[in-house]
T-cell receptor
Framework: KAGVTQTPRYLIKTRGQQVTLSCSPI?????VSWYQQTPGQGLQFLFE???????NKGNFPGRFSGRQFSNSRSEMNVSTLELGDSALYLC?????????????FGPGTRLTVL | AQSVAQPEDQVNVAEGNPLTVKCTYS??????LFWYVQYPNRGLQFLLK??????LVKGSYGFEAEFNKSQTSFHLKKPSALVSDSALYFC???????????FGAGTRLAVHP
């Protein structure tokens, strides 16, 4: 069974631009969560989608948004990029909602904002 | 406040020696506790979890963790470390109040030959 895939793996953008990251969960998994990983802040929860509905959202500004499609694939969008948005963005999927279920992580998308 | 603390930024162990990576948590209600490992340029991999039941949980690659409710700890252990265990280890707790997984800052494990 294929793992979680994320595209693109690397991305370079300039301030003010917007970016869309994509995540394909493991087949059959209905929950997709997104995390931001930085050296200073560590791993921070962005949001979780389950059956196309946003289940929860972390403490990030409205510039960060996401969606989930009927095939469980998910996209994350960041508008008006800032230098501080440079990070590794990780997507994780689980069979059911991410509570007591283990999550399976993708390799991440490394975003650099210049 | 819901939180996870990993008090050591780095743990150094000689190959063949036992290792412990510490984790304490603060969460209201019953905790769901997890350990994940991250190798360079990779995503996180699930090692083990505690939901309920036996306080000693066994996981992947020979790792185990002990849930201690009175000390609110969930330390990761392995009887004999391997050089290939060198990686970044994250403890996490699911907070029902916030409905999300909260990660510790991570502990870098370095196993020396």
């Amino acid at each position: 069974k294929a793992g979680v895939t994320q595209t693109p793996r690397y991305l370079i953008k300039t301030r003010g631009q917007q970016v869309t990251l994509s995540c394909s969960p493991i087949s059959g998994h209905r929950s997709v969560s997104w995390y931001q990983q930085t050296p200073g802040q560590g791993l921070q929860f962005l949001f979780e989608y389950f059956s196309e509905t946003q289940r929860n959202k972390g403490n990030f500004p409205g510039r960060f948004s996401g969606r989930q499609f009927s095939n469980s694939r998910s996209e994350m969008n960041v508008s008006t990029l800032e230098l501080g948005d440079s990070a590794l963005y990780l997507c994780a999927s689980s069979l059911q909602v991410a509570s007591y279920n283990e999550q399976f992580f993708g390799p991440g998308t490394r975003l650099t904002v210049l | 406040a819901q939180s996870v603390a990993q008090p050591e930024d780095q743990v150094n162990v000689a190959e063949g020696n036992p290792l412990t990576v510490k984790c304490t948590y603060s969460v209201s209600g019953n905790p769901y506790l997890f350990w994940y490992v991250q190798y360079p340029n990779r995503g996180l991999q699930f090692l083990l979890k505690y939901i309920t039941g036996d306080n000693l949980v066994k996981g992947s690659y020979g790792f185990e963790a002990e849930f201690n409710k009175s000390q609110t700890s969930f330390h990761l252990k392995k009887p004999s470390a391997l050089v290939s265990d060198s990686a970044l280890y994250f403890c996490a707790v699911f907070s029902g109040g916030y409905n999300k997984l909260i990660f510790g800052a991570g502990t870098r494990l370095a196993v020396h030959p």
